[in-house]
């Protein structure tokens, strides 16, 4: 069984530009949440989404937007990147329609010059 | 919202003895208690979680505590190894039956070394 799959891994952008980020669940999963992780920081929650709806939002703002498809893929968009947007975007599906375990993709990480 | 405090940030211990790492939270409707560990240049996994009802959990030489009125959780891993070298992230969440981990707060993280 696939894993989570996040692209792409790696990604330099200039200070001003846009990105999109794609998280492809676990087959099955209808639950995909997004992490920013920093150093120092752990991981801080973006957003959730559950059958295409978000469910909920961390605070962030709002240059930070996602969305999830009919096939549960989900992706996450950052307009007028800043320097501090840097950092390793983590996606994570789950199966359970309550609290239960969430299985990470590899992440994709941003680096804003 | 929730909030959540993970001390220390970094523990160093020999190999073969016990590390324990602490998290507080602040909301008492928390009730879904996860650590994950995190190797490095690898993803989050969950190793153990605890669900408010429980107040203890084992798996091998990995344990979680839970003290509801103090709103406290910690990690024991016995008999520690080299492979237990990692980031260890405790989180909490509130859940319902028709709620999903909408909002998993983590802890700031722990950076384990152990000493051959």
């Known amino acids: 069984k696939a894993g989570v799959t996040q692209t792409p891994r790696y990604l330099i952008k200039t200070r001003g530009q846009q990105v999109t980020l794609s998280c492809s669940p676990i087959s099955g999963h209808r639950s995909v949440s997004w992490y920013q992780q920093t150093p120092g920081q752990g991981l801080q929650f973006l957003f959730e989404y559950f059958s295409e709806t978000q469910r909920n939002k961390g605070n962030f703002p709002g240059r930070f937007s996602g969305r999830q498809f009919s096939n549960s893929r989900s992706e996450m968009n950052v307009s007028t990147l800043e320097l501090g947007d840097s950092a390793l975007y983590l996606c994570a599906s789950s199966l359970k329609t309550d609290a239960g375990e969430l299985f990470f993709g590899e992440g994709s990480r941003l680096t804003v010059l | 919202g929730e909030n959540v405090e993970q001390h220390p940030s970094t523990l160093s211990v020999q190999e073969g003895d016990s590390a324990v790492i602490k998290c507080t939270y602040s909301?008492?409707?928390?009730?879904?208690f996860p650590w994950y560990k995190q190797e490095l240049g690898k993803r989050p996994q969950l190793i153990i979680d605890?669900?408010?009802?429980?107040g203890e959990k084992k798996d091998q030489r990995i344990a979680v505590t839970l003290n509801k009125t103090a709103k406290h959780f910690s990690l024991h891993i016995t008999e520690t190894q080299p492979e237990d070298s990692a980031v260890y992230f405790c989180a909490a969440s509130s859940a319902g039956a028709n709620f999903g981990n909408e909002k998993l707060t983590f802890g700031t993280g722990t950076r384990l070394t152990i000493i051959p």
């Open positions: 605890i669900r408010s009802n429980v």
């Open positions: 909301d008492s409707a928390s009730n879904y």
